[in-house]
């Protein structure tokens, strides 16, 4: 048999305009000692798509239309689109295991990071998206204009079942609208997932007919997956409005699942373990990526970070983030590649992690209204406990919408006088 080579070129091509249908990646590309840029961003496309490291007899002249091509280098980062056909539709899975899957480990980069990738409509339109949205969350909740209160149950482990369901109905009452377990709870014989939910939900119940506003408790149903899906089944007959799911840990299969499933459940996702492998502003996958992922695949809600709190992320990044999942279109920046999302719901972004009732300002200022302002700490450690670490924490989205300064506000509220005195000495 005479064998057919795979030109390298075919893989190169600064001239090529990319089709309305191509799948685009954006790169940055730090090649290996003594390799040219070129050279480094031609082995991703071939890899990434029908290439190998070696010339082989299978290869047929009819594959070269399905070629991966490296069409733009701009210094270290390389744009390279990628035809639909190369993807199988309605599969995340498949996707990343093309664009993100050898490449990273390849000798001749020395670094490699995919900061973004742009839909076509064709495998757009093959995902559910999000089942509620940032307007299916706010009917649910009836909350129009403001931003959602949430809170984790703290200490994340270790609270019996009455405990737990205690605390979160303090929450529920002070002012909270989302009560939700922490990413390693799950269904531990101290708090074991059955029980937690009914009791917790019965919490909620209770909050409701006290407070006249809608409750909502995110368990975590995280779990290997039939046993996941389970559990929300059990959330659904039990009169719960939402689940939340460990996105990276669990596989976006598994969520792919949960979200194609007939429940009436809203999802939300938390981002455990993202930053193993997103930090790193030189090698591995942006968060950017995980978002377009997590909105495509139908998630209602995302922790995009705080830039305030706890947690790595500047204002320009979680910015960013934060238009990617909320806006219909995005427009290109430097690490980020425009983005008409069609069809596909909006997802409502979720600020978590180290804030305490004087960052609410900035949050809102900086990341707008269609936000959940989550605070576990920062409302279970009001010295005067959790209602009134939550009744704090409300008061002060009232102030800023209000465009009252907190410390304003906090002169004829003493539930936030007290906070922003406690917070003020920690940080």
């Given at each position: 048999?005479?064998?057919?080579?795979?030109?390298?070129?075919?893989?190169?091509?600064?001239?090529?305009?990319?089709?309305?249908?191509?799948?685009?990646?954006?790169?940055?590309?730090?090649?290996?000692?003594?390799?040219?840029?070129k050279k480094a961003a031609e082995t991703v496309?071939?890899?990434?798509?029908?290439?190998?490291?070696?010339?082989?007899?299978?290869?047929?002249?009819?594959?070269?239309?399905?070629?991966?091509?490296?069409?733009?280098?701009?210094?270290?980062?390389?744009?390279?689109?990628?035809?639909?056909?190369?993807?199988?539709?309605?599969?995340?899975?498949?996707?990343?295991?093309?664009?993100?899957?050898?490449?990273?480990?390849?000798?001749?980069?020395?670094?490699?990071?995919?900061?973004?990738?742009?839909?076509?409509?064709?495998?757009?339109?093959?995902?559910?998206?999000?089942?509620?949205?940032?307007?299916?969350?706010?009917?649910?909740?009836?909350?129009?204009?403001?931003?959602?209160?949430?809170?984790?149950?703290?200490?994340?482990?270790?609270?019996?079942?009455?405990?737990?369901?205690?605390?979160?109905?303090?929450?529920?009452?002070?002012?909270?609208?989302?009560?939700?377990?922490?990413?390693?709870?799950?269904?531990?014989?101290?708090?074991?997932?059955?029980?937690?939910?009914?009791?917790?939900?019965?919490?909620?119940?209770?909050?409701?007919?006290?407070?006249?506003?809608?409750?909502?408790?995110?368990?975590?149903?995280?779990?290997?997956?039939?046993?996941?899906?389970?559990?929300?089944?059990?959330?659904?007959?039990?009169?719960?409005?939402?689940?939340?799911?460990?996105?990276?840990?669990?596989?976006?299969?598994?969520?792919?699942?949960?979200?194609?499933?007939?429940?009436?459940?809203?999802?939300?996702a938390h981002r455990a373990m993202h930053a193993?492998?997103?930090?790193?502003?030189?090698?591995?996958?942006?968060?950017?990526?995980?978002?377009?992922?997590?909105?495509?695949?139908?998630?209602?809600?995302?922790?995009?970070?705080?830039?305030?709190?706890?947690?790595?992320?500047?204002?320009?990044?979680?910015?960013?983030?934060?238009?990617?999942?909320?806006?219909?279109?995005?427009?290109?920046?430097?690490?980020?590649?425009?983005?008409?999302?069609?069809?596909?719901?909006?997802?409502?972004?979720?600020?978590?992690?180290?804030?305490?009732?004087?960052?609410?300002?900035?949050?809102?200022?900086?990341?707008?209204?269609?936000?959940?302002?989550?605070?576990?700490?920062?409302?279970?450690?009001?010295?005067?406990?959790?209602?009134?670490?939550?009744?704090a924490a409300r008061q002060a989205i009232d102030?800023?919408?209000?465009?009252?300064?907190?410390?304003?506000?906090?002169?004829?509220?003493?539930?936030?006088?007290?906070?922003?005195?406690?917070?003020?000495?920690?940080?």
């Amino acid at each position: 048999m005479k064998q057919q080579k795979m030109n390298s070129s075919k893989f190169l091509n600064l001239k090529y305009k990319p089709k309305e249908s191509d799948l685009i990646c954006l790169f940055r590309v730090e090649p290996a000692r003594s390799v040219s840029i070129k050279k480094a961003a031609e082995t991703v496309a071939l890899e990434s798509s029908i290439g190998t490291w070696n010339e082989v007899t299978t290869e047929k002249k009819y594959m070269q239309d399905l070629a991966a091509k490296v069409f733009s280098i701009k210094g270290n980062m390389v744009k390279i689109a990628y035809p639909a056909a190369l993807f199988e539709k309605g599969n995340a899975p498949n996707i990343l295991s093309s664009i993100a899957g050898n490449i990273f480990g390849m000798k001749v980069v020395k670094n490699l990071r995919l900061e973004d990738i742009k839909i076509p409509k064709a495998i757009l339109n093959s995902f559910y998206g999000p089942k509620f949205g940032i307007k299916g969350v706010r009917k649910m909740l009836k909350v129009k204009n403001r931003p959602l209160l949430g809170t984790i149950i703290k200490p994340k482990l270790g609270l019996r079942t009455q405990d737990h369901a205690e605390v979160a109905y303090e929450a529920w009452l002070g002012g909270c609208d989302i009560v939700k377990d922490d990413e390693n709870l799950a269904s531990q014989k101290f708090n074991e997932f059955e029980e937690r939910l009914a009791r917790s939900l019965e919490a909620a119940n209770k909050a409701e007919e006290q407070t006249g506003e809608k409750k909502a408790y995110l368990i975590n149903v995280t779990a290997e997956t039939k046993e996941m899906m389970k559990r929300a089944q059990l959330v659904e007959d039990l009169g719960g409005k939402y689940v939340m799911i460990d996105i990276v840990t669990a596989g976006f299969a598994a969520v792919q699942s949960l979200r194609e499933s007939d429940f009436k459940l809203a999802i939300h996702a938390h981002r455990a373990m993202h930053a193993a492998f997103t930090r790193n502003k030189k090698h591995g996958i942006s968060m950017m990526v995980l978002a377009d992922i997590a909105r495509l695949i139908g998630v209602d809600q995302l922790h995009i970070g705080t830039v305030v709190g706890k947690l790595e992320g500047t204002l320009k990044e979680v910015s960013e983030l934060c238009e990617e999942i909320e806006k219909k279109k995005v427009k290109e920046t430097k690490l980020r590649l425009s983005q008409d999302w069609g069809k596909i719901k909006p997802v409502l972004a979720v600020s978590s992690g180290g804030l305490h009732p004087g960052h609410v300002p900035y949050l809102i200022k900086h990341l707008g209204k269609d936000l959940v302002i989550q605070m576990g700490g920062g409302i279970h450690g009001h010295p005067s406990g959790t209602l009134r670490g939550a009744i704090a924490a409300r008061q002060a989205i009232d102030a800023t919408m209000r465009s009252i300064s907190l410390k304003k506000y906090s002169k004829n509220h003493t539930e936030l006088k007290v906070a922003l005195e406690e917070w003020e000495k920690k940080v």
